[in-house]
Protein backbone atom coordinates (compact mmCIF):
# COMPACT_ATOMS: atom_id res chain seq x y z
CA UNK A 1 0.00 0.00 0.00
CA UNK A 2 2.81 2.09 0.96
CA UNK A 3 4.02 1.33 -2.27
CA UNK A 4 1.89 2.52 -4.61
CA UNK A 5 0.92 5.96 -2.43
CA UNK A 6 4.53 6.87 -3.18
CA UNK A 7 4.12 6.19 -6.77
CA UNK A 8 0.99 8.20 -7.18
CA UNK A 9 2.81 10.88 -5.17
CA UNK A 10 6.18 10.89 -7.83
CA UNK A 11 3.47 10.89 -11.14
CA UNK A 12 1.86 13.83 -9.05
CA UNK A 13 5.26 15.68 -8.87
CA UNK A 14 6.11 14.96 -12.27
CA UNK A 15 3.10 15.80 -13.96
CA UNK A 16 3.38 18.87 -11.86
CA UNK A 17 7.04 19.73 -13.31
CA UNK A 18 6.09 18.79 -17.01
CA UNK A 19 3.54 21.65 -16.13
CA UNK A 20 5.04 24.01 -14.68
CA UNK A 21 8.39 23.60 -16.75
CA UNK A 22 7.31 25.36 -20.23
CA UNK A 23 5.27 28.06 -18.07
CA UNK A 24 8.44 29.01 -16.33
CA UNK A 25 10.01 28.47 -19.70
CA UNK A 26 7.96 31.06 -21.10
CA UNK A 27 7.16 33.60 -18.46
CA UNK A 28 5.85 37.04 -19.52
CA UNK A 29 9.20 38.18 -17.92
CA UNK A 30 11.72 36.74 -19.97
CA UNK A 31 9.94 37.43 -23.35
CA UNK A 32 11.96 40.24 -25.19
CA UNK A 33 10.88 43.49 -24.86
CA UNK A 34 10.32 44.89 -28.38
CA UNK A 35 10.45 48.66 -28.69
CA UNK A 36 7.55 50.52 -30.67
CA UNK A 37 7.64 51.86 -33.83
CA UNK A 38 7.27 55.52 -34.01
CA UNK A 39 5.02 55.67 -36.42
CA UNK A 40 2.50 53.19 -38.69
CA UNK A 41 3.68 52.94 -41.94
CA UNK A 42 0.82 51.54 -43.20
CA UNK A 43 -2.67 52.18 -42.21
CA UNK A 44 -4.06 48.87 -42.32
CA UNK A 45 -1.20 47.03 -40.44
CA UNK A 46 1.41 48.66 -38.43
CA UNK A 47 4.35 47.84 -40.68
CA UNK A 48 5.02 47.77 -44.21
CA UNK A 49 3.45 44.36 -44.33
CA UNK A 50 1.04 42.42 -41.36
CA UNK A 51 3.53 41.93 -38.44
CA UNK A 52 3.16 37.91 -38.26
CA UNK A 53 4.63 38.29 -42.02
CA UNK A 54 7.50 40.95 -41.44
CA UNK A 55 8.54 38.76 -38.05
CA UNK A 56 8.86 35.63 -40.21
CA UNK A 57 9.88 36.99 -43.72
CA UNK A 58 11.68 40.54 -43.01
CA UNK A 59 15.10 38.46 -43.84
CA UNK A 60 13.99 37.79 -46.72
CA UNK A 61 12.63 41.53 -47.60
CA UNK A 62 16.08 43.15 -46.91
CA UNK A 63 18.10 40.50 -48.70
CA UNK A 64 16.21 40.57 -52.03
CA UNK A 65 16.00 44.43 -51.36
CA UNK A 66 20.20 44.77 -50.70
CA UNK A 67 20.26 42.91 -54.08
CA UNK A 68 18.17 45.43 -56.33
CA UNK A 69 19.71 48.39 -54.69
CA UNK A 70 23.35 47.51 -55.24
CA UNK A 71 23.36 45.97 -58.20
CA UNK A 72 20.30 47.63 -60.34
CA UNK A 73 20.31 50.68 -58.11
CA UNK A 74 16.58 50.36 -57.27
CA UNK A 75 15.86 52.61 -54.28
CA UNK A 76 11.84 51.80 -52.96
CA UNK A 77 11.37 52.76 -49.79
CA UNK A 78 9.54 50.08 -48.61
CA UNK A 79 11.67 47.29 -47.66
CA UNK A 80 14.92 49.90 -47.56
CA UNK A 81 16.87 48.68 -44.42
CA UNK A 82 17.69 52.73 -43.69
CA UNK A 83 13.73 52.96 -43.60
CA UNK A 84 13.47 50.16 -41.04
CA UNK A 85 16.18 51.72 -38.79
CA UNK A 86 14.33 55.15 -39.02
CA UNK A 87 11.30 53.69 -37.61
CA UNK A 88 12.00 50.97 -35.17
CA UNK A 89 15.03 52.79 -33.37
CA UNK A 90 13.99 55.69 -31.51
CA UNK A 91 15.97 57.86 -28.49
CA UNK A 92 15.00 56.82 -24.59
CA UNK A 93 14.01 59.69 -22.43
CA UNK A 94 17.97 61.45 -22.43
CA UNK A 95 17.73 61.03 -26.01
CA UNK A 96 20.46 58.55 -26.22
CA UNK A 97 20.27 55.47 -29.10
CA UNK A 98 20.72 51.86 -27.79
CA UNK A 99 23.39 50.39 -29.97
CA UNK A 100 23.02 46.82 -31.73
CA UNK A 101 23.58 44.25 -29.16
CA UNK A 102 22.09 46.21 -26.83
CA UNK A 103 18.62 44.51 -25.71
CA UNK A 104 16.73 47.96 -26.02
CA UNK A 105 17.65 48.11 -29.67
CA UNK A 106 15.28 46.97 -31.83
CA UNK A 107 17.02 44.53 -33.86
CA UNK A 108 19.05 43.16 -30.81
CA UNK A 109 16.12 42.70 -28.97
CA UNK A 110 14.67 40.10 -30.68
CA UNK A 111 17.86 38.72 -32.29
CA UNK A 112 19.57 38.62 -28.63
CA UNK A 113 16.36 36.90 -27.69
CA UNK A 114 16.50 34.05 -30.28
CA UNK A 115 20.33 33.76 -30.08
CA UNK A 116 20.34 34.91 -34.05
CA UNK A 117 23.81 36.42 -35.42
CA UNK A 118 23.37 39.24 -38.15
CA UNK A 119 25.88 40.94 -39.71
CA UNK A 120 24.27 43.92 -40.98
CA UNK A 121 25.37 46.92 -38.49
CA UNK A 122 29.15 45.99 -39.08
CA UNK A 123 28.53 47.93 -42.01
CA UNK A 124 24.99 50.15 -41.29
CA UNK A 125 24.60 52.57 -39.17
CA UNK A 126 22.37 50.93 -36.43
CA UNK A 127 20.82 54.12 -36.11
CA UNK A 128 18.44 56.57 -37.78
CA UNK A 129 19.19 59.38 -39.77
CA UNK A 130 17.57 61.84 -37.86
CA UNK A 131 19.51 60.80 -34.60
CA UNK A 132 22.18 63.33 -36.45
CA UNK A 133 20.58 66.83 -36.13
CA UNK A 134 24.04 68.26 -36.86
CA UNK A 135 23.86 66.89 -40.21
CA UNK A 136 20.72 69.22 -41.00
CA UNK A 137 22.90 72.00 -41.51
CA UNK A 138 24.30 70.25 -44.52
CA UNK A 139 20.87 69.87 -45.88
CA UNK A 140 21.26 71.57 -48.95
CA UNK A 141 24.23 69.33 -50.40
CA UNK A 142 22.02 66.21 -48.96
CA UNK A 143 20.56 64.11 -52.27
CA UNK A 144 17.28 64.19 -52.89
CA UNK A 145 15.11 62.11 -50.89
CA UNK A 146 17.62 62.13 -47.96
CA UNK A 147 16.51 65.12 -46.58
CA UNK A 148 14.31 63.04 -44.44
CA UNK A 149 16.69 61.34 -42.45
CA UNK A 150 19.30 64.69 -42.21
CA UNK A 151 16.04 66.26 -40.76
CA UNK A 152 15.80 67.54 -36.88
CA UNK A 153 11.63 67.66 -37.24
CA UNK A 154 10.17 65.62 -34.75
CA UNK A 155 8.61 62.45 -36.29
CA UNK A 156 4.67 62.18 -35.33
CA UNK A 157 3.53 60.68 -32.79
CA UNK A 158 0.53 58.56 -32.80
CA UNK A 159 -0.40 55.42 -31.29
CA UNK A 160 2.25 53.12 -33.61
CA UNK A 161 2.62 49.56 -32.98
CA UNK B 1 38.41 35.17 -70.87
CA UNK B 2 38.21 32.06 -73.54
CA UNK B 3 37.77 32.89 -77.02
CA UNK B 4 34.12 31.55 -77.41
CA UNK B 5 33.00 34.09 -74.06
CA UNK B 6 34.56 37.02 -76.06
CA UNK B 7 32.91 35.59 -79.30
CA UNK B 8 30.02 35.76 -77.26
CA UNK B 9 30.29 39.03 -75.65
CA UNK B 10 31.20 40.46 -79.34
CA UNK B 11 27.61 39.41 -81.08
CA UNK B 12 25.98 40.51 -77.78
CA UNK B 13 27.29 43.84 -78.53
CA UNK B 14 26.44 43.81 -82.24
CA UNK B 15 22.95 43.45 -81.19
CA UNK B 16 22.89 45.82 -78.49
CA UNK B 17 24.47 47.96 -81.42
CA UNK B 18 21.63 47.23 -83.74
CA UNK B 19 18.64 47.83 -81.33
CA UNK B 20 20.25 50.93 -80.19
CA UNK B 21 20.74 51.97 -83.51
CA UNK B 22 16.81 51.70 -84.16
CA UNK B 23 16.09 53.14 -81.04
CA UNK B 24 17.72 56.67 -82.06
CA UNK B 25 16.14 55.94 -85.51
CA UNK B 26 12.89 55.70 -83.90
CA UNK B 27 13.62 59.03 -81.26
CA UNK B 28 14.86 61.31 -84.21
CA UNK B 29 11.23 61.04 -85.29
CA UNK B 30 10.03 62.05 -81.88
CA UNK B 31 12.97 63.85 -80.32
CA UNK B 32 10.84 65.96 -77.60
CA UNK B 33 10.04 62.46 -76.31
CA UNK B 34 13.55 62.15 -76.13
CA UNK B 35 14.62 65.22 -74.14
CA UNK B 36 11.52 64.80 -72.04
CA UNK B 37 12.77 61.65 -70.78
CA UNK B 38 16.37 62.25 -70.27
CA UNK B 39 15.06 65.63 -67.97
CA UNK B 40 13.42 63.20 -66.09
CA UNK B 41 14.89 61.51 -62.72
CA UNK B 42 15.11 57.76 -62.44
CA UNK B 43 12.03 56.65 -60.87
CA UNK B 44 13.36 54.47 -57.43
CA UNK B 45 11.60 51.33 -58.33
CA UNK B 46 13.36 52.05 -62.13
CA UNK B 47 16.22 50.22 -62.40
CA UNK B 48 19.58 51.92 -64.05
CA UNK B 49 20.29 51.27 -67.84
CA UNK B 50 23.35 51.33 -69.99
CA UNK B 51 21.58 53.78 -72.28
CA UNK B 52 23.49 55.98 -69.05
CA UNK B 53 26.98 55.93 -68.95
CA UNK B 54 28.11 58.48 -66.50
CA UNK B 55 31.57 59.89 -66.60
CA UNK B 56 33.69 63.07 -65.35
CA UNK B 57 35.98 65.57 -67.43
CA UNK B 58 38.28 66.94 -64.78
CA UNK B 59 40.13 70.07 -66.28
CA UNK B 60 43.69 69.85 -64.68
CA UNK B 61 44.18 73.58 -66.04
CA UNK B 62 41.77 74.71 -63.93
CA UNK B 63 42.41 72.80 -60.65
CA UNK B 64 44.43 74.31 -58.20
CA UNK B 65 47.34 73.01 -56.47
CA UNK B 66 46.58 74.28 -53.00
CA UNK B 67 42.88 73.50 -53.72
CA UNK B 68 41.88 69.81 -50.99
CA UNK B 69 38.00 70.85 -51.47
CA UNK B 70 37.05 67.76 -53.54
CA UNK B 71 38.86 65.27 -50.97
CA UNK B 72 37.09 67.21 -48.30
CA UNK B 73 33.48 66.93 -49.92
CA UNK B 74 34.64 63.46 -49.96
CA UNK B 75 35.30 62.75 -46.86
CA UNK B 76 32.29 63.59 -45.34
CA UNK B 77 29.84 62.61 -47.87
CA UNK B 78 30.90 59.49 -47.27
CA UNK B 79 31.62 59.98 -43.74
CA UNK B 80 35.51 58.87 -44.55
CA UNK B 81 37.32 59.07 -41.64
CA UNK B 82 41.32 58.17 -40.81
CA UNK B 83 43.46 56.84 -37.91
CA UNK B 84 46.08 59.08 -38.64
CA UNK B 85 48.14 56.36 -40.50
CA UNK B 86 48.36 57.98 -44.00
CA UNK B 87 49.65 54.97 -45.67
CA UNK B 88 46.54 53.13 -44.50
CA UNK B 89 43.74 55.34 -43.96
CA UNK B 90 41.10 55.40 -46.68
CA UNK B 91 41.50 57.13 -49.26
CA UNK B 92 38.18 57.63 -52.25
CA UNK B 93 39.74 60.79 -54.06
CA UNK B 94 43.21 61.99 -53.80
CA UNK B 95 44.88 65.40 -55.03
CA UNK B 96 48.18 64.70 -56.96
CA UNK B 97 50.85 67.19 -58.37
CA UNK B 98 52.49 65.93 -61.01
CA UNK B 99 56.00 68.33 -61.81
CA UNK B 100 57.76 68.48 -65.35
CA UNK B 101 60.80 68.09 -64.04
CA UNK B 102 62.46 69.28 -67.57
CA UNK B 103 60.05 72.33 -67.75
CA UNK B 104 59.16 72.69 -64.01
CA UNK B 105 55.11 72.77 -65.30
CA UNK B 106 53.51 71.46 -62.01
CA UNK B 107 49.75 70.10 -62.71
CA UNK B 108 47.44 69.49 -60.41
CA UNK B 109 44.62 66.78 -60.76
CA UNK B 110 42.32 64.63 -58.57
CA UNK B 111 42.64 60.53 -58.89
CA UNK B 112 40.28 58.57 -57.73
CA UNK B 113 38.28 55.56 -59.27
CA UNK B 114 38.23 55.78 -63.31
CA UNK B 115 34.89 53.88 -63.74
CA UNK B 116 36.43 51.45 -66.24
CA UNK B 117 34.25 49.92 -69.12
CA UNK B 118 36.55 47.45 -68.69
CA UNK B 119 37.46 47.04 -64.93
CA UNK B 120 40.57 45.38 -64.43
CA UNK B 121 39.37 44.78 -60.51
CA UNK B 122 36.19 43.36 -61.51
CA UNK B 123 37.89 40.65 -64.25
CA UNK B 124 39.83 39.80 -61.17
CA UNK B 125 37.38 39.77 -57.97
CA UNK B 126 36.92 36.31 -56.85
CA UNK B 127 33.47 36.32 -55.47
CA UNK B 128 32.14 38.85 -57.22
CA UNK B 129 31.28 41.61 -55.13
CA UNK B 130 33.49 43.39 -57.33
CA UNK B 131 30.74 44.52 -60.46
CA UNK B 132 30.00 47.50 -62.68
CA UNK B 133 26.45 48.79 -63.15
CA UNK B 134 24.55 48.91 -66.18
CA UNK B 135 25.02 52.60 -66.19
CA UNK B 136 29.15 52.30 -66.21
CA UNK B 137 29.58 52.77 -62.35
CA UNK B 138 32.00 50.46 -60.62
CA UNK B 139 31.53 49.25 -56.94
CA UNK B 140 31.96 46.86 -54.55
CA UNK B 141 29.51 45.22 -53.03
CA UNK B 142 30.39 44.99 -49.79
CA UNK B 143 28.06 42.40 -48.79
CA UNK B 144 30.11 39.51 -50.37
CA UNK B 145 33.58 40.95 -50.77
CA UNK B 146 35.98 39.04 -48.61
CA UNK B 147 38.65 41.22 -48.51
CA UNK B 148 40.94 39.72 -50.07
CA UNK B 149 42.30 43.14 -51.79
CA UNK B 150 43.14 41.40 -55.11
CA UNK B 151 40.98 44.15 -56.86
CA UNK B 152 43.44 46.91 -55.25
CA UNK B 153 45.98 45.02 -56.71
CA UNK B 154 44.96 44.94 -60.38
CA UNK B 155 43.69 48.92 -60.54
CA UNK B 156 45.99 50.74 -62.22
CA UNK B 157 44.77 53.92 -60.57
CA UNK B 158 45.56 53.04 -56.35
CA UNK B 159 42.18 54.08 -56.61
CA UNK B 160 40.84 51.36 -53.97
CA UNK B 161 41.51 50.92 -49.98
CA UNK B 162 40.78 48.64 -47.45
CA UNK B 163 38.93 49.44 -43.95
CA UNK B 164 41.34 48.06 -41.32
CA UNK B 165 39.48 49.32 -38.35
CA UNK B 166 35.73 49.11 -36.92
CA UNK B 167 33.57 51.68 -38.83
CA UNK B 168 30.56 53.43 -36.45
CA UNK B 169 28.32 55.72 -36.84
CA UNK B 170 28.08 55.39 -41.46
CA UNK B 171 26.41 57.82 -43.36
CA UNK B 172 23.04 56.08 -43.91
CA UNK B 173 23.78 56.43 -47.61
CA UNK B 174 27.09 55.06 -47.35
CA UNK B 175 27.59 51.99 -45.14
CA UNK B 176 31.20 50.91 -44.78
CA UNK B 177 32.47 48.60 -42.53
CA UNK B 178 35.88 46.61 -41.46
CA UNK B 179 37.64 43.84 -43.91
CA UNK B 180 36.53 45.07 -46.89
CA UNK B 181 37.69 47.13 -50.03
CA UNK B 182 35.75 50.66 -51.30
CA UNK B 183 36.07 53.24 -53.50
CA UNK B 184 34.48 56.31 -55.42
CA UNK B 185 31.15 55.15 -55.80
CA UNK B 186 30.86 57.85 -57.98
CA UNK B 187 28.48 59.68 -55.49
CA UNK B 188 26.02 56.51 -56.29
CA UNK B 189 23.56 57.86 -53.79
CA UNK B 190 23.27 61.15 -55.56
CA UNK B 191 23.31 60.19 -58.89
CA UNK B 192 20.54 57.70 -58.54
CA UNK B 193 18.15 60.63 -57.32
CA UNK B 194 19.70 63.08 -60.13
CA UNK B 195 22.23 64.40 -58.15
CA UNK B 196 25.63 65.46 -58.65
CA UNK B 197 28.71 64.04 -56.68
CA UNK B 198 29.66 65.67 -53.77
CA UNK B 199 33.25 66.46 -55.39
CA UNK B 200 32.25 68.34 -57.97
CA UNK B 201 29.62 70.03 -55.84
CA UNK B 202 32.53 71.41 -54.06
CA UNK B 203 34.61 72.27 -56.61
CA UNK B 204 32.16 74.39 -58.65
CA UNK B 205 31.22 76.14 -55.25
CA UNK B 206 35.10 76.63 -54.95
CA UNK B 207 34.26 78.01 -57.96
CA UNK B 208 37.27 76.04 -59.97
CA UNK B 209 34.42 74.19 -62.26
CA UNK B 210 37.68 71.55 -63.04
CA UNK B 211 35.44 68.64 -62.78
CA UNK B 212 32.35 68.24 -64.78
CA UNK B 213 30.24 65.37 -63.96
CA UNK B 214 27.32 64.13 -66.84
CA UNK B 215 26.19 61.08 -69.05
CA UNK B 216 28.59 60.19 -71.71
CA UNK B 217 26.02 58.30 -73.61
CA UNK B 218 23.78 61.61 -74.10
CA UNK B 219 25.19 63.72 -77.29
CA UNK B 220 23.59 66.43 -76.17
CA UNK B 221 25.20 66.16 -72.27
CA UNK B 222 27.66 69.01 -71.31
CA UNK B 223 30.40 66.87 -70.56
CA UNK B 224 29.98 65.04 -74.33
CA UNK B 225 29.78 68.46 -76.42
CA UNK B 226 33.27 69.62 -74.07
CA UNK B 227 34.69 66.26 -74.95
CA UNK B 228 33.95 66.34 -78.97
CA UNK B 229 35.37 69.72 -78.99
CA UNK B 230 38.56 69.92 -76.76
CA UNK B 231 39.03 66.03 -76.29
CA UNK B 232 39.25 64.37 -73.11
CA UNK B 233 42.55 61.92 -71.90
CA UNK B 234 42.32 58.93 -70.56
CA UNK B 235 45.33 57.88 -67.86
CA UNK B 236 46.96 54.71 -69.03
CA UNK B 237 44.99 54.57 -72.22
CA UNK B 238 47.79 52.27 -73.43
CA UNK B 239 45.36 49.50 -71.04
CA UNK B 240 42.72 50.09 -73.16
CA UNK B 241 40.26 50.33 -70.50
CA UNK B 242 38.03 52.88 -71.59
CA UNK B 243 37.77 54.99 -68.17
CA UNK B 244 34.25 56.89 -67.42
CA UNK B 245 36.86 59.73 -66.07
CA UNK B 246 38.67 61.91 -68.75
CA UNK B 247 41.57 64.49 -68.41
CA UNK B 248 41.54 67.87 -70.04
CA UNK B 249 45.42 69.63 -69.58
CA UNK B 250 47.54 66.75 -69.29
Same mark, same amino acid.
Given at each position: ???????????? $?????????? $????????????????????????????? @????????????????????????????? $??????????????????????????????????????????????????????? @? @?????????????????? $??????? | ? /?????????????????????? /???????????????????????????????????????????????? =?????????????????????????????????????????????????????????????????????????????? +??????? +??????????????? =?? #??????????????????????????????????????????????? /??????? #?? +????????????????? +????
Amino acid at each position: MSVGLHKRKLKL $LLAGLILTLP $LSLFAEDDLPTVPKAKEKATAEYGCVNPV @SDMRKNHMEYLLHQRDETMRRGIRTKKYS $LAECVECHVSADKNGDYAKFGESEHFCSSCHNYAAVTIDCFQCHNDKPQSAYPSQ @S @SNKQSLPEGHEKFASNDV $LPSGDAK | M /SHKESSQNTDLSRRKFLGSAAA /SAGLTIVPGVMLYQVAQAKPDAEAVTSKVRWGMLIDSTKCSTGCNDCV =TACNTENGLKGHNRPETDVQWIRKLKVTDKQTGHVMSLPMMCQHCEHPPCVDVCPTGASFKRADGIVLVDRHICIGCR +YCMMACP +YKARSFEHEVVTDQK =TW #APRGKGTVEACTLCVHRVDHDGTPACVEACNKAEHGAMLFGDLNDPD /SEISKRL #AE +YGGKQIRADLGLNTGVR +YQGI
